[in-house]
């Protein structure tokens, strides 16, 4: 005899429905680790081929001149039977070594039949300190701003038409696409203010773009501390401005920093707002080699994002340059995971910590 | 005695002076500071708007000039004669297409060789050949006149470069300078004259080879396979309606007049419905933004095609089915994702995705994808898929915050009733955070579109409308997109010149699109926020 099927409604029962139910949930998950395969893939590729060029096996592990020189034109060539790959400055010495080693043996100077990549040797040290420059600069002054207006926004506004169309005109700021900044850039500092392709029309641009997060970033921020607080204060006698600053500035402020760290992740990824602003290909001096004080605020600048953008379209693939390709992905990569990073991270910090 | 002097007054805070500027008193001041500052998104914004324009509206006024010195120095004309032979390159094209297929069956496994098949096909040659032949006359005149309305052309933007430089000098007090440049008017007419002139022999010509064309196609050689033949009766009935065309288009030129005026609007239009985007050429620039924007939207939609199933699904299933370990693993990893540089993805793309998209639409058991096996390494598919991966994190964000906002008494009553989980995600979840969801798309829509890094590098760059007669297999064809163009070409042109102008225009069009999705996805959710109660 079977064993008796259990009879009552709730029985869970195998049917059609459960194993669509089933598959669904499988598809769902599927969908989800897919997605963060593929973005792991990008990670792990650039790592990995980027890794080759900025650590090395040796002591200090890391490839110093890769991370401190300027880019340079890789010559590729043979000589004597050997295959060499040298950056410029090299060739030239190593040439006028043969040459007179040549001469002095009364032969013939050497031919050398050499092909060259741009930017292939060398490293990236001037992207570097553009991007840093670049970063610091158009981030103080959206935080100025930005922080300056969610105060205006929180604290202060009221329901008024007016500040209705700030809200509206912060979202819609937020979505005007990065090329249409840098145009805007272009024609405001670059020519209606002449200031030329410069570190000050590239920090404007930045800062512009990235002010719509920063402010909501900062209004949450300041949306976090308890009315209590304000009240308190006030009940106290303390002006408004008092209590702003005494009592929700000071708790409100790691917050802002924070969720500002993610506005500095895309200020520094983004390429197009600077390509017309800021950025040059390849420039000798380094941006505090100037004469005068106020020509630093008016140079270009080398930035990794757009390093990136020439050394992969306007050089070929091969095995040459992809060293510096990859190093220089590597190295842009990693800054900004590092910042990214550390944003997800203190906030998941934050969130614990204050709790009112 | 002397009277001691009064103590000093306790000093009240409710008592000091309130410093006053402006007939502000200082709170006030602080308050207007920071409103100041608050103002600045919708100053920024005007100022977009503002400068997008400033620099941009000219163009109109250019292009109008640029369409009506291509009528008055004959361009127009000749093109009618271009077209002509444009139309009649393109039947030929296909009559080649046609005797490889052919050549390619008869030399195939277990057939004939090289040269019996070629002797097989002597009837077709006699035909391609034929038919080649037909359009010779109307190509000299092509060459001939061609050229004349070119010198024509060339001398009118002589002629402005000298006024130019002739005004300068006067401005700057230099008479003598300015008086050794004579600027000799141009007599269109005359001139125009010449090419028109010739109008009998074109007339003469474009008969020889509606003629021609007609007796050509007469009699059809056999060909061997049914499917063939198929396609050279399509052809023959092409090559009918284009020798039927031919009349029209002479009666074209008849009619034609050199200084009919070219309305305002018409540089307007060529703009919006313009299907060229020609710049630098040596015949007659084009300005329009036809096959830019299809190449952004195709892109568009290539990469939400992917992005839209992939977001929604993991913000279902992160909000409804993932533990709370999984959560907290898979959401930050999503948000990392959405913070690598669109121009590391773009390189990534380059460097090794098209290269394996390649190598996997060329594997065998792939062949039935429509447009696979493809030979570009970088088109529309390429940044598609990259786009997708930009676009996934902001839609799988906002989308699991439209889910998260759904009362859980919305769930836990549908649970009630007895409906399974499938069911309560399906009919109560997602239907009433879909406003939401919607939003999120539109706004996932708005990153791809405005996204110009990865279509810079990955797209092919290939300003062409994909030809969709094909079908999907215009999604691996190499395009190029609006971000692109601009990023591509502004560091090349020359300040104010209508080609700069032009480029400025096309960001406006950006603008108002990246606008106009924001504002939808605005709208949707607010009109259609679920009441809770």
Same mark, same amino acid.
């Given at each position: 005899?079977?064993?008796?099927?259990?009879?009552h409604?709730?029985?869970?029962r195998?049917?059609?429905?459960?194993?669509?139910?089933?598959?669904?949930?499988?598809?769902?998950?599927?969908?989800?680790?897919?997605?963060?395969?593929?973005?792991?893939?990008?990670?792990?590729?650039?790592?990995?081929?980027?890794?080759?060029?900025?650590?090395?096996?040796e002591?200090?592990? %890391?490839?110093?001149?890769?991370l401190?020189?300027?880019?340079?034109?890789l010559? %590729?060539?043979?000589?004597?039977?050997?295959?060499?790959?040298?950056?410029?400055?090299?060739?030239?010495?190593?040439?006028?070594?043969?040459?007179?080693?040549?001469?002095?043996?009364?032969?013939?100077?050497?031919?050398?039949?050499?092909?060259?990549?741009?930017?292939?040797?060398?490293?990236i040290?001037?992207?570097?300190?553009?991007?840093?420059?670049?970063?610091?600069?158009?981030?103080s002054?959206?935080?100025?701003?930005? %922080?300056?207006?969610?105060?205006?926004?929180n604290?202060?506004?009221?329901?008024?038409?007016?500040?209705?169309?700030?809200?509206?005109?912060?979202?819609?700021?937020?979505?005007?696409?990065?090329?249409?900044?840098?145009?805007?850039?272009?024609?405001?500092?670059?020519?209606?203010?002449?200031?030329n %392709?410069?570190?000050?029309?590239?920090?404007?641009?930045?800062?512009?773009?990235?002010?719509?997060?920063?402010?909501t970033?900062?209004?949450?921020?300041?949306?976090?501390?308890?009315?209590?607080?304000?009240?308190?204060?006030?009940?106290?006698g303390?002006?408004?401005w008092?209590?702003?600053?005494?009592?929700?500035?000071?708790?409100?402020?790691p917050?802002?920093?924070?969720?500002s760290?993610l506005?500095i992740?895309?200020?520094?990824?983004?390429?197009?707002?600077?390509?017309?602003?800021?950025?040059?290909v390849?420039?000798?001096?380094?941006?505090?080699?100037?004469?005068?004080?106020?020509?630093?605020?008016?140079?270009?600048?080398?930035?990794?994002?757009?390093?990136?953008?020439?050394?992969?379209?306007?050089i070929?693939?091969?095995?040459?340059?992809?060293?510096?390709?990859y190093?220089?992905?590597?190295?842009?990569l990693?800054?900004?995971?590092?910042?990214?990073?550390s944003?997800?991270?203190?906030?998941?910090h934050?969130?614990?910590?204050?709790?009112? | $005695?002397?009277?001691?002097?009064?103590?000093?007054?306790? #000093?009240?805070?409710?008592? &000091?002076?309130?410093?006053?500027?402006?007939?502000?008193s200082?709170?006030?001041?602080i308050?207007?500071?920071?409103?100041?500052?608050?103002?600045?998104? =919708?100053?920024?914004?005007?100022?977009?708007?503002? +400068?997008?324009?400033?620099?941009?509206?000219?163009?109109?006024?250019?292009?109008?000039?640029?369409?009506?010195?291509?009528?008055?120095?004959?361009?127009?004309?000749?093109d =009618?004669? &271009?077209?002509?032979?444009?139309?009649?390159?393109?039947l030929?094209?296909?009559?080649y297409?046609? &005797?490889?297929?052919?050549?390619?069956?008869?030399?195939?496994?277990?057939?004939?060789?090289?040269?019996?098949?070629?002797?097989?096909?002597?009837?077709?040659?006699?035909?391609?050949?034929?038919?080649?032949?037909?359009?010779?006359?109307i190509?000299?005149?092509?060459?001939?006149?061609?050229?004349?309305?070119?010198?024509?052309?060339?001398?009118?933007?002589?002629?402005?470069?000298?006024?130019?430089?002739?005004?300068?000098?006067?401005?700057?007090?230099?008479?003598?300078? *300015?008086?050794?440049?004579?600027?000799a008017?141009?007599?269109?007419?005359?001139?125009?004259?010449?090419?028109?002139?010739?109008?009998?022999?074109?007339?003469?010509?474009?008969?020889?080879?509606?003629?021609?064309?007609?007796?050509?196609?007469?009699?059809?050689?056999?060909l061997?396979? @049914?499917?063939?033949?198929?396609?050279?009766?399509?052809?023959?009935?092409?090559?009918?309606?284009?020798?039927?065309?031919i009349?029209?288009?002479?009666?074209? $030129?008849?009619?034609?007049?050199?200084?009919?005026?070219? @309305?305002?609007?018409?540089?307007?239009?060529?703009?919006?419905?313009?299907r060229?985007?020609?710049?630098?050429?040596?015949?007659?620039?084009?300005?329009?933004?036809?096959?830019?924007?299809v190449?952004?939207l $195709?892109?568009?939609?290539?990469?939400?095609?992917?992005?839209?199933?992939?977001?929604?699904?993991?913000?279902?299933?992160?909000?409804?089915?993932?533990s709370?370990?999984?959560?907290?693993?898979?959401?930050?990893?999503?948000?990392?994702?959405?913070?690598?540089?669109?121009?590391?993805?773009?390189?990534?793309?380059?460097?090794?995705?098209?290269?394996?998209l390649?190598?996997?639409?060329?594997a065998?058991?792939?062949?039935?994808?429509?447009? +696979?096996?493809?030979?570009?390494?970088?088109?529309?598919?390429?940044?598609?898929?990259?786009?997708?991966?930009?676009?996934?994190?902001?839609?799988?964000?906002?989308?699991?915050?439209?889910?998260?906002?759904v009362?859980?008494?919305?769930?836990? *009553?549908?649970?009630?009733?007895?409906?399974?989980?499938?069911?309560?995600?399906?009919?109560?979840i997602?239907?009433?955070?879909?406003?939401g969801?919607?939003?999120?798309?539109?706004?996932?829509?708005?990153?791809?579109?405005?996204?110009?890094?990865?279509?810079l590098?990955?797209?092919?760059?290939?300003? #062409?409308?994909?030809?969709?007669?094909?079908?999907?297999?215009?999604?691996?064809?190499? =395009?190029?997109?609006?971000?692109?163009?601009?990023?591509?070409? $502004?560091?090349?042109?020359?300040?104010?010149?209508?080609?700069y &102008?032009?480029?400025?225009?096309?960001?406006?069009?950006?603008?108002?699109?990246a606008?106009?999705?924001?504002?939808?996805?605005?709208?949707?959710?607010?009109?259609?926020?679920?009441?809770?109660g």
């Open positions: 005899m079977p064993a008796p099927v259990p009879n409604p709730f029985v869970t195998s049917s059609r429905g459960r194993l669509i139910e089933g598959a669904v949930f499988w598809l769902m998950r599927l969908a989800t680790y897919f997605v963060l395969v593929c973005g792991l893939c990008v990670l792990g590729d650039i790592f990995l081929k980027g890794g080759r060029t900025v650590f090395q096996a002591f200090p592990y %890391v490839n110093v001149p890769f401190t020189q300027a880019p340079e034109t010559y %590729v060539f043979e000589h004597e039977g050997q295959k060499m790959q040298l950056g410029d400055r090299d060739f030239r010495a190593f040439r006028e070594a043969a040459t007179a080693k040549a001469k002095a043996a009364g032969q013939p100077a050497p031919q050398f039949r050499t092909e060259s990549y741009v930017y292939s040797a060398g490293g040290w001037p992207c570097i300190v553009g991007t840093v420059l670049l970063v610091v600069g158009s981030m002054i959206a935080l100025i701003l930005g %922080v300056a207006s969610a105060i205006y926004l604290e202060y506004a009221k329901d008024t038409p007016g500040v209705r169309a700030i809200r509206l005109a912060i979202l819609n700021l937020a979505g005007v696409p990065s090329i249409v900044f840098g145009l805007f850039g272009f024609g405001l500092f670059v020519i209606f203010l002449d200031w %392709v410069s570190l000050l029309a590239g920090w404007f641009t930045l800062a512009f773009m990235v002010l719509p997060v920063v402010i970033a900062s209004e949450e921020a300041l949306k976090a501390v308890p009315k209590g607080f304000r009240e308190g204060s006030l009940a106290l303390a002006t408004k008092q209590t702003i600053r005494k009592n929700v500035l000071p708790y409100a402020l917050g802002i920093l924070t969720s760290i506005g992740a895309r200020v520094a990824g983004e390429t197009a707002p600077i390509m017309f602003t800021a950025a040059y390849v420039r000798d001096k380094l941006p505090w080699e100037v004469e005068k004080v106020s020509d630093f605020f008016f140079q270009g600048v080398m930035a990794l994002p757009y390093h990136i953008y020439v050394v992969s379209s306007k070929p693939q091969n095995e040459y340059t992809a060293r510096v390709q190093g220089t992905a590597f190295v842009f990693f800054i900004v995971a590092v910042i990214a990073l944003s997800i991270l203190l906030r998941n934050l969130r614990r910590r204050y709790q009112w | $005695m002397s009277v001691p002097p009064p103590a000093k007054a306790p #000093a009240f805070a409710i008592h &000091r002076r309130r410093t006053r500027i402006l007939g502000l200082l709170d006030q001041c308050q207007a500071f920071f409103g100041g500052h608050a103002l600045t998104a =919708v100053i920024v914004l005007t100022l977009i708007t503002v +400068f997008l324009f400033k620099e941009g509206i000219d163009f109109f006024g250019q292009n109008r000039e640029n369409l009506r010195i291509y009528r008055q120095s004959g361009m127009e004309y000749v =009618v004669l &271009r077209e002509l032979e444009r139309d009649h390159t393109s030929t094209r296909y009559l297409d046609i &005797r490889l297929r052919a050549l390619q069956h008869l030399t195939g496994p277990g057939g004939r060789s090289l040269p019996e098949a070629n002797a097989a096909l002597a009837d077709l040659d006699a035909l391609v050949e034929r038919f080649g032949d037909a359009v010779v006359p190509r000299g005149f092509v060459s001939d006149y061609g050229e004349v309305a070119v010198g024509i052309k060339t001398r009118f933007i002589e002629n402005q470069d000298f006024a130019e430089a002739k005004r300068q000098y006067l401005a700057a007090g230099m008479v003598a300078e *300015a008086e050794a440049i004579t600027v008017p141009i007599d269109f007419k005359a001139e125009v004259a010449a090419i028109t002139g010739a109008f009998p022999e074109f007339e003469a010509g474009g008969r020889d080879l509606a003629r021609e064309v007609a007796s050509t196609v007469q009699q059809l050689p056999a061997p396979t @049914p499917e063939l033949q198929h396609r050279l009766e399509r052809f023959q009935q092409l090559a009918r309606e284009y020798a039927a065309s009349d029209g288009r002479l009666e074209q $030129m008849r009619t034609w007049q050199w200084d009919r005026p070219v @309305p305002a609007t018409q540089a307007f239009t060529a703009f919006i419905f313009g060229q985007w020609l710049t630098a050429s040596f015949w007659q620039d084009w300005y329009g933004i036809v096959p830019l924007f190449g952004s $195709m892109v568009s939609a290539i990469a939400l095609s992917l992005a839209v199933p992939l977001g929604i699904g993991a913000a279902i299933y992160v909000n409804q089915f993932a709370r370990r999984e959560q907290q693993l898979i959401k930050p990893t999503i948000e990392f994702i959405s913070a690598i540089p669109s121009v590391v993805l773009g390189f990534f793309g380059i460097a090794v995705l098209g290269q394996a390649r190598a996997l639409s060329q065998e058991w792939l062949a039935w994808v429509p447009g +696979f096996p493809f030979a570009e390494r970088l088109n529309a598919l390429t940044a598609g898929c990259l786009l997708a991966l930009i676009a996934v994190p902001t839609i799988f964000t906002l989308a699991e915050d439209a889910l998260n906002n009362p859980r008494a919305f769930r836990e *009553a549908s649970y009630a009733l007895g409906a399974s989980r499938l069911q309560t995600i399906l009919r109560i997602v239907p009433a955070s879909l406003s969801i919607i939003s999120a798309v539109l706004l996932g829509l708005g990153r791809v579109i405005g996204e110009t890094m990865v279509v590098l990955c797209a092919g760059n290939r300003i #062409a409308i994909p030809d969709f007669t094909q079908g999907l297999t215009a999604f691996v064809q190499p =395009v190029h997109t609006m971000t692109g163009i601009i990023a591509q070409e $502004m560091g090349e042109v020359v300040r104010g010149s209508i080609h &102008r032009a480029l400025f225009v096309v960001g406006i069009v950006l603008f108002f699109v606008l106009l999705i924001n504002f939808l996805a605005q709208k949707i959710v607010r009109r259609h926020r679920i009441s809770i």
